[in-house]
Protein backbone atom coordinates (compact mmCIF):
# COMPACT_ATOMS: atom_id res chain seq x y z
CA UNK A 1 0.00 0.00 0.00
CA UNK A 2 2.63 2.11 0.48
CA UNK A 3 4.88 1.73 -2.42
CA UNK A 4 1.47 2.56 -4.63
CA UNK A 5 0.63 5.72 -2.42
CA UNK A 6 4.11 6.85 -3.22
CA UNK A 7 3.86 6.41 -7.15
CA UNK A 8 0.41 8.05 -7.06
CA UNK A 9 1.51 11.42 -5.17
CA UNK A 10 4.84 11.55 -7.75
CA UNK A 11 2.74 11.18 -10.70
CA UNK A 12 0.12 13.60 -9.43
CA UNK A 13 2.77 16.41 -8.68
CA UNK A 14 4.18 15.43 -11.89
CA UNK A 15 1.57 15.64 -13.98
CA UNK A 16 -1.15 17.64 -12.46
CA UNK A 17 0.94 20.86 -11.18
CA UNK A 18 2.04 22.33 -14.73
CA UNK A 19 -1.68 22.10 -15.40
CA UNK A 20 -2.35 24.25 -12.44
CA UNK A 21 0.45 26.63 -12.33
CA UNK A 22 -1.59 29.74 -11.98
CA UNK A 23 -2.61 28.66 -8.20
CA UNK A 24 -0.50 26.99 -6.14
CA UNK A 25 2.70 26.63 -3.69
CA UNK A 26 5.85 24.36 -3.87
CA UNK A 27 8.01 24.01 -0.78
CA UNK A 28 11.36 22.04 0.41
CA UNK A 29 12.90 21.71 3.79
CA UNK A 30 15.92 20.28 5.19
CA UNK A 31 16.53 19.71 9.14
CA UNK A 32 19.40 18.62 10.97
CA UNK A 33 20.07 18.55 14.77
CA UNK A 34 23.21 17.60 17.41
CA UNK A 35 22.43 13.64 17.69
CA UNK A 36 23.13 13.61 13.55
CA UNK A 37 19.75 13.06 11.77
CA UNK A 38 18.71 14.62 9.17
CA UNK A 39 15.76 15.36 7.21
CA UNK A 40 14.19 16.50 4.44
CA UNK A 41 10.57 16.82 2.60
CA UNK A 42 8.83 17.97 -0.69
CA UNK A 43 5.26 19.20 -0.77
CA UNK A 44 3.00 20.85 -3.44
CA UNK A 45 -0.48 22.24 -3.21
CA UNK A 46 -2.70 23.87 -5.97
CA UNK A 47 -6.20 24.24 -6.33
CA UNK A 48 -8.41 21.77 -7.55
CA UNK A 49 -10.87 24.10 -7.65
CA UNK A 50 -12.22 27.73 -7.15
CA UNK A 51 -12.80 27.06 -3.39
CA UNK A 52 -10.73 23.71 -2.81
CA UNK A 53 -6.71 22.55 -2.68
CA UNK A 54 -5.34 19.05 -3.27
CA UNK A 55 -1.82 18.81 -1.51
CA UNK A 56 0.59 16.38 -1.23
CA UNK A 57 3.78 15.62 0.79
CA UNK A 58 6.81 13.09 0.32
CA UNK A 59 9.53 12.87 3.13
CA UNK A 60 12.65 11.06 4.86
CA UNK A 61 14.49 11.18 7.71
CA UNK A 62 18.20 9.92 8.49
CA UNK A 63 18.43 8.89 12.08
CA UNK A 64 21.56 7.40 14.02
CA UNK A 65 22.09 5.25 16.65
CA UNK A 66 24.87 2.94 17.96
CA UNK A 67 23.65 0.35 15.40
CA UNK A 68 23.97 2.43 12.45
CA UNK A 69 21.71 4.61 10.73
CA UNK A 70 17.79 4.21 10.10
CA UNK A 71 15.79 5.34 7.37
CA UNK A 72 12.02 6.49 7.98
CA UNK A 73 9.78 7.14 5.17
CA UNK A 74 6.97 9.82 5.49
CA UNK A 75 4.22 11.05 3.09
CA UNK A 76 0.59 12.89 3.06
CA UNK A 77 -1.87 13.57 0.90
CA UNK A 78 -5.34 15.58 1.24
CA UNK A 79 -8.03 18.16 0.29
CA UNK A 80 -8.80 21.33 2.06
CA UNK A 81 -11.20 24.09 1.03
CA UNK A 82 -13.84 26.58 2.33
CA UNK A 83 -17.11 25.29 3.81
CA UNK A 84 -18.49 28.93 3.95
CA UNK A 85 -17.23 32.54 4.13
CA UNK A 86 -16.24 31.28 8.01
CA UNK A 87 -15.88 27.61 8.17
CA UNK A 88 -13.09 26.01 6.23
CA UNK A 89 -11.78 22.13 6.11
CA UNK A 90 -9.36 19.87 5.62
CA UNK A 91 -9.29 15.61 5.00
CA UNK A 92 -6.11 13.86 4.29
CA UNK A 93 -4.14 10.97 5.00
CA UNK A 94 -0.51 10.30 6.37
CA UNK A 95 2.23 7.59 6.66
CA UNK A 96 5.22 7.43 8.62
CA UNK A 97 7.18 3.88 9.39
CA UNK A 98 10.27 1.96 8.27
CA UNK A 99 10.12 -0.96 6.22
CA UNK A 100 9.10 -3.92 8.17
CA UNK A 101 9.96 -2.94 11.34
CA UNK A 102 7.08 -0.33 12.40
CA UNK A 103 4.74 1.98 10.41
CA UNK A 104 1.49 4.67 11.29
CA UNK A 105 -0.64 5.31 8.71
CA UNK A 106 -3.43 8.80 9.84
CA UNK A 107 -6.43 9.83 8.44
CA UNK A 108 -7.78 13.43 10.05
CA UNK A 109 -11.00 15.49 9.52
CA UNK A 110 -9.95 19.29 10.52
CA UNK A 111 -12.68 21.94 10.81
CA UNK A 112 -11.80 25.59 11.56
CA UNK A 113 -14.42 28.38 12.40
CA UNK A 114 -13.01 32.03 11.93
CA UNK A 115 -14.26 35.13 13.49
CA UNK A 116 -13.21 38.78 13.25
CA UNK A 117 -10.18 37.93 15.32
CA UNK A 118 -10.21 34.54 16.18
CA UNK A 119 -9.59 30.96 14.41
CA UNK A 120 -10.81 27.70 16.34
CA UNK A 121 -9.57 24.22 14.86
CA UNK A 122 -11.21 21.05 15.92
CA UNK A 123 -9.40 17.67 14.87
CA UNK A 124 -10.14 14.05 15.16
CA UNK A 125 -7.76 11.04 14.10
CA UNK A 126 -7.38 7.72 13.69
CA UNK A 127 -4.44 5.98 13.54
CA UNK A 128 -3.20 2.44 12.76
CA UNK A 129 0.12 1.76 13.84
CA UNK A 130 2.05 -1.74 13.48
CA UNK A 131 4.71 -3.35 14.73
CA UNK A 132 7.07 -6.08 13.59
CA UNK A 133 8.69 -8.96 16.01
CA UNK A 134 12.35 -9.25 14.51
CA UNK A 135 12.21 -13.13 14.32
CA UNK A 136 8.67 -14.47 12.50
CA UNK A 137 8.15 -11.65 10.79
CA UNK A 138 4.20 -11.15 12.69
CA UNK A 139 2.97 -8.02 12.91
CA UNK A 140 1.48 -6.59 16.11
CA UNK A 141 -1.45 -3.55 15.23
CA UNK A 142 -2.36 -1.12 17.36
CA UNK A 143 -5.49 1.14 16.91
CA UNK A 144 -4.98 4.76 18.22
CA UNK A 145 -7.80 7.88 18.85
CA UNK A 146 -6.05 11.31 18.48
CA UNK A 147 -7.61 14.69 19.08
CA UNK A 148 -5.94 18.02 18.38
CA UNK A 149 -7.70 21.64 19.31
CA UNK A 150 -5.90 25.20 18.59
CA UNK A 151 -7.14 28.80 19.36
CA UNK A 152 -5.39 31.61 17.70
CA UNK A 153 -5.44 35.16 18.32
CA UNK A 154 -5.06 37.95 15.64
CA UNK A 155 -6.90 40.98 16.88
CA UNK A 156 -3.67 43.29 16.95
CA UNK A 157 -1.83 44.91 14.29
CA UNK A 158 1.44 43.19 14.92
CA UNK A 159 1.02 40.12 17.41
CA UNK A 160 -0.59 36.86 17.14
CA UNK A 161 -1.27 34.05 19.85
CA UNK A 162 -1.48 30.52 19.41
CA UNK A 163 -2.57 27.96 21.75
CA UNK A 164 -2.86 24.03 20.88
CA UNK A 165 -3.53 20.76 22.51
CA UNK A 166 -3.66 17.45 21.44
CA UNK A 167 -4.36 13.56 23.18
CA UNK A 168 -4.08 10.51 22.22
CA UNK A 169 -5.37 6.85 23.39
CA UNK A 170 -4.11 3.65 22.42
CA UNK A 171 -5.47 0.15 22.59
CA UNK A 172 -2.99 -1.52 24.05
CA UNK A 173 -0.77 -0.37 26.68
CA UNK A 174 2.82 1.11 24.70
CA UNK A 175 4.51 1.08 27.69
CA UNK A 176 5.35 -2.92 27.64
CA UNK A 177 7.82 -1.37 25.29
CA UNK A 178 9.65 -0.22 27.87
CA UNK A 179 10.28 -3.41 29.04
CA UNK A 180 13.30 -5.61 28.52
CA UNK A 181 10.64 -8.09 27.26
CA UNK A 182 9.98 -6.28 24.49
CA UNK A 183 13.66 -6.35 23.38
CA UNK A 184 12.99 -10.31 22.73
CA UNK A 185 10.32 -9.52 20.42
CA UNK A 186 10.91 -5.99 18.61
CA UNK A 187 14.23 -4.88 17.15
CA UNK A 188 16.27 -1.60 18.29
CA UNK A 189 14.86 0.14 15.15
CA UNK A 190 11.22 -0.58 15.97
CA UNK A 191 11.68 0.45 19.58
CA UNK A 192 13.36 3.46 19.25
CA UNK A 193 11.13 4.78 16.79
CA UNK A 194 7.92 3.92 19.02
CA UNK A 195 9.32 6.83 21.29
CA UNK A 196 7.60 8.99 18.97
CA UNK A 197 3.99 8.39 20.50
CA UNK A 198 2.87 10.64 22.47
CA UNK A 199 0.06 10.91 24.65
CA UNK A 200 -0.42 14.51 25.43
CA UNK A 201 1.29 17.57 23.83
CA UNK A 202 0.59 21.50 24.23
CA UNK A 203 2.21 24.17 22.51
CA UNK A 204 1.84 27.81 22.65
CA UNK A 205 3.38 30.75 20.30
CA UNK A 206 3.25 34.31 19.87
CA UNK A 207 4.13 35.44 16.45
CA UNK A 208 5.55 38.98 15.75
CA UNK A 209 4.34 40.56 12.23
CA UNK A 210 6.55 42.60 10.65
CA UNK A 211 7.13 44.95 7.53
CA UNK A 212 10.06 43.01 6.35
CA UNK A 213 11.90 42.93 3.13
CA UNK A 214 14.38 40.98 1.74
CA UNK A 215 16.87 41.12 5.03
CA UNK A 216 14.71 42.01 7.70
CA UNK A 217 12.10 39.03 8.33
CA UNK A 218 8.29 39.63 7.86
CA UNK A 219 7.39 37.28 10.69
CA UNK A 220 9.44 36.37 14.30
CA UNK A 221 7.58 33.43 16.43
CA UNK A 222 8.56 32.15 19.68
CA UNK A 223 6.93 28.66 20.80
CA UNK A 224 7.50 26.73 23.54
CA UNK A 225 5.79 22.89 23.67
CA UNK A 226 5.67 19.96 26.01
CA UNK A 227 5.02 16.84 25.48
CA UNK A 228 4.03 13.08 27.49
CA UNK A 229 5.88 9.86 25.63
CA UNK A 230 3.56 7.02 25.95
CA UNK A 231 6.09 3.96 26.15
CA UNK A 232 8.07 5.75 29.11
CA UNK A 233 5.28 8.52 30.68
CA UNK A 234 8.31 10.81 30.22
CA UNK A 235 8.29 14.62 29.31
CA UNK A 236 9.83 16.23 26.31
CA UNK A 237 9.81 20.06 26.33
CA UNK A 238 10.64 22.11 23.00
CA UNK A 239 11.84 25.79 22.58
CA UNK A 240 12.15 27.59 19.22
CA UNK A 241 12.57 30.67 17.52
CA UNK A 242 10.94 30.49 13.53
CA UNK A 243 11.89 33.43 10.75
CA UNK A 244 9.92 34.24 7.77
CA UNK A 245 11.09 36.21 4.92
CA UNK A 246 9.76 37.79 1.68
CA UNK A 247 12.77 37.06 -0.77
CA UNK A 248 10.73 38.23 -3.66
CA UNK A 249 6.80 38.34 -4.53
CA UNK A 250 7.07 34.81 -5.01
CA UNK A 251 9.30 33.29 -2.83
CA UNK A 252 9.23 32.82 1.25
CA UNK A 253 12.22 31.69 2.93
CA UNK A 254 11.77 30.29 6.54
CA UNK A 255 14.20 29.48 9.48
CA UNK A 256 13.95 27.86 12.88
CA UNK A 257 16.11 26.91 15.44
CA UNK A 258 15.17 25.19 18.45
CA UNK A 259 16.24 23.16 21.74
CA UNK A 260 14.84 19.84 22.78
CA UNK A 261 14.63 18.47 26.15
CA UNK A 262 14.21 14.87 26.79
CA UNK A 263 13.63 13.98 30.76
CA UNK A 264 15.32 11.07 30.40
CA UNK A 265 18.00 11.72 27.85
CA UNK A 266 20.23 14.36 27.04
CA UNK A 267 19.53 17.67 25.13
CA UNK A 268 19.58 18.22 21.38
CA UNK A 269 19.42 21.49 19.03
CA UNK A 270 17.87 21.51 15.93
CA UNK A 271 17.72 23.56 12.69
CA UNK A 272 15.02 23.85 9.66
CA UNK A 273 15.66 25.48 6.64
CA UNK A 274 12.38 26.08 4.47
CA UNK A 275 11.91 27.49 1.02
CA UNK A 276 8.39 28.04 -0.48
CA UNK A 277 7.41 29.10 -4.23
CA UNK A 278 3.59 30.19 -5.10
CA UNK A 279 2.38 30.94 -8.09
Request: aromatic share 12%.
Amino acid sequence: MKQHAVHLILLLTLVLNPLTAQAGETGISYSSDSNSTQSSLFNVNFNATEQTQLYLGFGESVIKDDSGEITVTSYNIGLNGIADEQIDYDIGYSYWGNNNEISTETIHLSLSLYTEDWKFTLRPELQQIVLYTKNLRRQVDIQGNGFYSSIEYFGFNMVDFFYARSNYSYNKNLTLLNTRLADLFFSNTALLLSGSFIEKRDQAEVAFNLSGNNVLPKRIAVSYSQSLIAIDKSHSKTLAVNLRFDLSKNIELELEGGEVRPEFSNKLNYAVVSIRYKY
